[in-house]
């Protein structure tokens, strides 16, 4: 009997023990449920939302990628204008550069042909002007030339010179100049000497026998070496040096014959 009362009251305990458990399990299904119902709220609410939110964003997306485009569109188009006005600016420079150039070589032509016919004229003025002078046969102590082999070298190699054999004619002023540099005839001569140099186009020497002409006091061919000083540095391509020159003519040699000539250089190498 007694055992079976311990059955009974066991079983009973299970079965309260049963009943907790079973009851504590469904206020925690309870709350779970709660809480998941809650989560469905919002996730419903969120979902609402997106459906509103989602045509605004769609829109506003395409109205991006629209304006990119065009951004990318207008961006291309301006890049391909500048690149043409690039290119048409070369092309401008390029045309500008030739065509300095060639009214820089057209200059430089006119100017040396212009040279070639007055120092040719000049030179063919100096020649008759000497044969029609009176012989005189004395000289210096110092000099090995009398005033007739002086003048007979120098119409010779005036001749060379007109000629174009310029190898004679430079050893032939060479030889006035060195040897009787007190004549009168001898800044003619060092003015021929670098005449000479300049018909050969050796413009670098050319101006260096001009500078020698101005040495010669009471010379009347300073205003012709200074002319040619212009030219020969406007065909070596310097042409601050050669604006230098015609200036300094116009400045020192007003009454010069060459003024023209200077002042219309440097006009024409303005204008270029």
Same mark, same amino acid.
């Not at 469904?26 to 989560?39: D, P, T, V």
């Not at 890049?79 to 401008?92: A, D, E, P, S, V």
């Not at 150039?101 to 100017?111: A, D, E, G, K, R």
């Not at 007979?152 to 010179?161: N, R």
């Given at each position: 009997?007694?055992?079976?009362?311990?059955?009974?009251?066991?079983?009973?305990?299970?079965?309260?023990?049963?009943?907790?458990?079973?009851?504590?399990?469904?206020?925690?299904?309870?709350?779970?449920?709660?809480?998941?119902?809650?989560?469905?709220?919002?996730?419903?609410?969120?979902?609402?939302?997106?459906?509103?939110?989602?045509?605004?964003?769609?829109?506003?997306?395409?109205?991006?990628?629209?304006?990119?485009?065009?951004?990318?569109?207008?961006?291309?188009?301006?890049?391909?204008?500048?690149?043409?006005?690039?290119?048409?600016?070369?092309?401008?420079?390029?045309?500008?550069?030739?065509?300095?150039?060639?009214?820089?070589?057209?200059?430089?032509?006119?100017?040396?042909?212009?040279?070639?016919?007055?120092?040719?004229?000049?030179?063919?003025?100096?020649?008759?002007?000497?044969?029609?002078?009176?012989?005189?046969?004395?000289?210096?102590?110092?000099?090995?030339?009398?005033?007739?082999?002086?003048?007979?070298?120098?119409?010779?190699?005036?001749?060379?010179?007109?000629?174009?054999?310029?190898?004679?004619?430079?050893?032939?002023?060479? *030889?006035? $100049?060195?040897?009787? !540099?007190?004549?009168?005839?001898? #800044?003619?001569? =060092?003015?021929? %000497?670098?005449?000479? +140099?300049?018909?050969?186009?050796?413009?670098?020497?050319?101006?260096?026998?001009? *500078?020698? $002409?101005?040495?010669? !006091?009471?010379?009347?061919?300073? #205003?012709?070496? =200074?002319?040619? %000083?212009?030219?020969? +540095?406007?065909?070596?391509?310097?042409?601050?040096?050669?604006?230098?020159?015609?200036?300094?003519?116009?400045?020192?040699?007003?009454?010069?014959?060459?003024?023209?000539?200077?002042?219309?250089?440097?006009?024409?190498?303005?204008?270029?």
């Amino acid at each position: 009997m007694i055992k079976m009362m311990g059955f009974v009251s066991l079983a009973v305990l299970l079965a309260g023990t049963a009943v907790s458990a079973q009851s504590n399990a469904a206020k925690e299904i309870k709350k779970l449920n709660g809480k998941i119902s809650k989560q469905n709220e919002k996730i419903e609410s969120l979902e609402t939302q997106i459906q509103i939110l989602l045509p605004d964003l769609k829109n506003a997306l395409r109205a991006t990628l629209a304006a990119k485009q065009q951004t990318d569109s207008v961006a291309i188009m301006l890049i391909n204008r500048i690149n043409t006005l690039q290119n048409k600016i070369r092309m401008l420079e390029d045309k500008a550069a030739y065509s300095d150039s060639t009214n820089f070589q057209i200059l430089s032509q006119l100017v040396m042909i212009e040279n070639k016919i007055v120092t040719m004229a000049n030179s063919f003025t100096e020649m008759y002007a000497l044969r029609d002078t009176p012989e005189d046969a004395s000289s210096s102590s110092s000099s090995p030339y009398t005033s007739t082999s002086y003048k007979k070298q120098y119409i010779s190699a005036l001749g060379h010179y007109q000629n174009g054999d310029y190898g004679p004619a430079i050893q032939g002023f060479s *030889e006035l $100049v060195l040897g009787s !540099p007190n004549n009168p005839l001898a #800044d003619n001569s =060092q003015y021929w %000497l670098a005449e000479c +140099y300049y018909s050969q186009k050796n413009y670098k020497r050319a101006v260096a026998e001009l *500078e020698k $002409v101005f040495t010669f !006091p009471g010379t009347d061919k300073n #205003d012709d070496a =200074q002319l040619k %000083l212009g030219h020969a +540095y406007l065909n070596m391509g310097n042409i601050d040096k050669a604006r230098e020159e015609y200036q300094r003519l116009l400045d020192y040699f007003p009454g010069s014959e060459f003024y023209p000539k200077a002042k219309d250089a440097l006009r024409q190498l303005s204008v270029n």
